[in-house]
């Protein structure tokens, strides 16, 4: 009987081809959609989960603040999240913490220190590379996390001070073929290079690891490692891990390592309590989090994951889903409800109801079976645009497949289960010598029909609200003024900050010389990059100010103002010195200091001397609002070189810029981004996000664009001799056309009126992250709505100018 059953419904499919296609490509949509963002999801739930003694793992942070309780979080439709997730704890810690915890703790199997390296120079061979994949660590860094050696051992691959790792990768950059355990590579400094010899060949580290590296180190090997000692509690340097014992408590751990930090650090906050008099020491908390969540904390990491983005993605693919599900839902009750007939005939022959339930079913699961087939492989073919989107590089494993054919059978069963029973009881639940008797060809209550229709554009429209407010929000960040010019500066990276002012004093001279160049400038930084952060208590708050190094010449280059006092004129020579601490400050840090603000004078609360005020810029990105920030003259620590280009040949001025370099540095590697490109950056990951709701509102649009195409095209066909006579009558195409499609904008109407505030709801909430933003205005709405209407007249264009220019003696011949 199965046989049979599948044999009917495979001629019912081929014999509405038009119906069959647009429900493939319709339910195909939507769950290549759902499989790309279940590969996302899955992606970004899996960092740091691969290490064998990740459930013991936990990164230390501390805070001089109280944690974060949800009641004390923002109302939102992401209240529900973690609070700890919000917190903006300090995560690197003093290097001389790690034994103390190590003696004080037995709970503590292992704990390690890591410290990233800034972009080190590496040379082999006579060939320099700029390296930014370089990490310093504890001799057991192959012990404590699992990156498993292709050649070496983890228990010695760190044991010397001039011992190296390398991964694969580098392995095959820098030696092609030979082996090179053994070998010796040179790290260059800002004093004397140093030697390394390679001890062991790691494999490259997984995509969903937050700790990336080429180069692993010993921790002594770190140029500031001395003065790291040297300097004990003042300095904060390291990230630290732990590793408790199998049969430890981390509770119990917890209570005891608050208890161990404010006493281990004690003499630290009793001097910051000196400075600051409203600070208590019971503000400071000194704790541990899990090393596989740490991803999804806004604290500075290797790699963040926004569990808001995560949300937000599952709800719309949840969205899509249902779309797609409620287009095939009506296709597919409009073509049963035509087959009643069939049914009827069924019916008197003696056929049980429970059989035509499972005819119709068969043929929706083998429609749903095939959509699902179609919907794999569209997956596979826009996987590589869905990686560049959304900066990954997924992949389908073998250990993935499993998981994903689990999920697609049950997908399958889900939707053939909806879309095929209950149009089926619905059907077979009509008496047969009704519909005989009447020779009732249609009949579906318009109410279902068009409710599902509203529910399907109102969901579109929704998006299309969203996907055009993220676009205007974007469009305004990026045309911000920012307070200066970033156009046509060139920013060049100083690859040893050890000899930086023999260097800035020589590539000022060539940029006088130079015709092509405008200005030049060294500073600490580059725009959303290179600060230093120090924590002040202002008005009895903590504030965090920026702290910016700058040359004489950083105020003129940007065309910054200076609306009180003075900048940094070459002749005062001493505003260099570290006892007379010059600073300028802009107005936010100004008026945040009140009363106390003194120009000239040293002032106690940042314990520097306000020489000048400078108008508020934007020295991060808009959507942060502008913070206090201070400049202090220190162009020996300049990381970064300026050039201002004037307009002409830009590719021929880098190269004049880049031969000068090289003579300058030895041909030290010449890495150049251009300061416009440097603050474009700090908008990727909403770049993206827009991107991927870009991509979730073409989806959404398409599956309910098919669905009123092939819904129209059924209604044509059923109206077929009303849309004759009608013609025989006199009615114009025009009038047929208006009386075929009247209800569907009537309906598109419906869901606009809907979808207005919903979309306003939630605009407001995701624009209620940046510090300045757009007003959500009537033309957005407007626009929005005119898209929705365009694609509703598109969709349903085909079917009823084709009806409406048929010949009407065809139409009242046919039975």
Wanted: charged share 15%; glycine share 6%; proline share 4%.
């Amino acid at each position: 009987m199965l046989k049979n059953y599948l044999i009917i419904a495979f001629r019912n499919l081929i014999r509405k081809k038009t119906y069959s296609v647009i429900n493939i490509i319709g339910l195909a949509s939507g769950i290549a959609f759902c499989l790309l963002v279940y590969l996302y999801i899955g992606h970004e739930l899996s960092f740091d989960r691969f290490h064998t003694n990740a459930d013991r793992l936990y990164r230390l942070e501390a805070n001089s603040h109280k944690p974060v309780k949800k009641d004390a979080l923002e109302k939102s439709l992401f209240s529900f999240l973690p609070a700890q997730d919000e917190e903006k704890n300090q995560v690197v810690m003093p290097v001389i913490l790690a034994p103390a915890l190590k003696e004080s703790f037995p709970e503590i199997k292992q704990i390690l220190r890591l410290k990233a390296g800034w972009r080190e120079i590496i040379r082999y061979n006579n060939q320099s590379f700029r390296e930014e994949k370089v990490q310093y660590a504890d001799a057991n860094f192959f012990q404590l996390f699992t990156f498993p050696l292709i050649q070496g051992n983890p228990a010695t691959a760190l044991a010397s001070h001039n011992s190296i790792v390398i991964t694969e990768n580098i392995a095959h950059k820098y030696f092609g073929r030979e082996n090179p355990i053994g070998k010796t590579i040179e790290l260059a400094s800002e004093d004397t290079p140093a030697l390394f010899t390679i001890t062991a060949v790691a494999e490259n580290a997984p995509v969903n690891s937050s700790i990336q590296f080429d180069f692993v180190l010993p921790i002594e090997a770190n140029p500031g490692y001395k003065s790291y000692i040297e300097n004990g509690l003042n300095t904060s340097s390291v990230f630290t891990f732990v590793e408790l014992h199998k049969n430890a408590s981390r509770p119990a751990f917890a209570e005891k390592l608050e208890k161990f930090g404010r006493s281990y650090f004690k003499e630290w906050i009793d001097g910051y309590r000196k400075e600051n008099k409203t600070y208590q020491a019971s503000s400071f908390h000194f704790t541990t989090r899990p090393f596989a969540e740490a991803h999804y904390n806004l604290a500075y990491w290797g790699h963040y994951t926004s569990l808001k983005n995560i949300y937000q993605l599952s709800c719309l693919t949840l969205l899509i889903l249902i779309i797609a599900c409620l287009n095939y839902l009506l296709l597919t009750l409009t073509n049963t409800a035509s087959r009643v007939q069939e049914v009827g005939l069924r019916k008197v022959i003696g056929a049980p109801r429970w059989q035509i339930v499972t005819q119709f079913w068969v043929e929706t699961q083998l429609l749903v079976g095939m959509a699902v087939i179609a919907g794999w492989l569209l997956a596979m073919v826009l996987l590589p645009y869905f990686n560049q989107i959304t900066d990954t590089t997924l992949d389908i494993t073998t250990a993935q497949a499993s998981g994903i054919l689990l999920a697609l059978l049950v997908t399958a069963l889900v939707v053939g289960i909806l879309a095929g029973f209950y149009p089926a009881l619905f059907i077979s639940g009509i008496k047969p010598l009704s519909i005989i008797k009447r020779h009732q060809t249609f009949r579906l209550r318009p109410g279902l029909s068009r409710t599902l229709v509203v529910l399907q554009y109102t969901s579109c429209i929704t998006l299309l609200i969203g996907a055009l407010g993220m676009a205007s929000q974007m469009k305004y960040m990026n045309e911000k003024n920012l307070g200066f010019d970033k156009e046509q500066i060139l920013v060049v990276e100083n690859s040893n900050p050890g000899k930086t002012g023999i260097l800035a004093e020589r590539l000022q001279s060539f940029t006088n010389a130079e015709p092509s160049l405008a200005d030049f400038a060294a500073t600490g930084h580059t725009f959303g990059f290179g600060y230093d952060m120090n924590m002040y208590t202002i008005g009895g708050k903590e504030e965090v100010v920026t702290v910016l190094k700058v040359d004489y010449n950083y105020s003129k280059f940007l065309g910054l103002q200076v609306v009180q006092g003075r900048d940094f004129p070459p002749q005062f020579s001493t505003d260099t010195s570290t006892t007379e601490r010059a600073v300028v400050v802009n107005e936010t840090l100004f008026k945040m200091l009140g009363a106390d603000a003194k120009l000239g004078e040293y002032n106690q609360t940042i314990r520097r001397r306000i020489v000048g005020v400078v108008k508020d810029y934007h020295y991060v990105s808009v959507a942060s609002p502008i913070g206090p920030a201070m400049h202090q003259l220190q162009p020996q620590w300049a990381m970064y070189f300026w050039f201002k280009l004037k307009p002409g040949n830009i590719p021929q001025t880098i190269d004049k810029v880049k031969n000068q370099w090289n003579a300058l540095t030895g041909n030290a590697p010449f890495t150049y981004t251009f300061l416009d490109e440097d603050a474009a950056k700090l908008y990727e990951s909403q770049q993206r996000w827009l991107k991927t709701i870009y991509g979730a509102t073409l989806f959404a649009m398409l599956v309910a664009c098919l669905g009123l195409f092939g819904l129209s095209g059924i209604h044509a066909l059923n109206r077929t001799k009303e849309i004759g006579i009608r013609k025989v009558l006199g009615a114009s195409t025009g009038q047929i056309f208006v009386m075929l499609n009247k209800d569907t904008f009537w309906l598109a109407l419906i869901s606009f009126v809907i979808a207005v505030p919903i979309g306003y709801y939630f605009m407001h909430q995701w624009l209620q992250d940046f510090a300045y933003r757009i007003h959500l205005n009537w033309e957005l709405f407007a626009f929005a709505g005119a898209i929705s209407a365009c694609t509703a007249l598109l969709a349903v264009s085909f079917h009823s100018i084709r009806a409406a220019l048929n010949n009407p003696a065809d139409s009242l011949r046919d039975e």
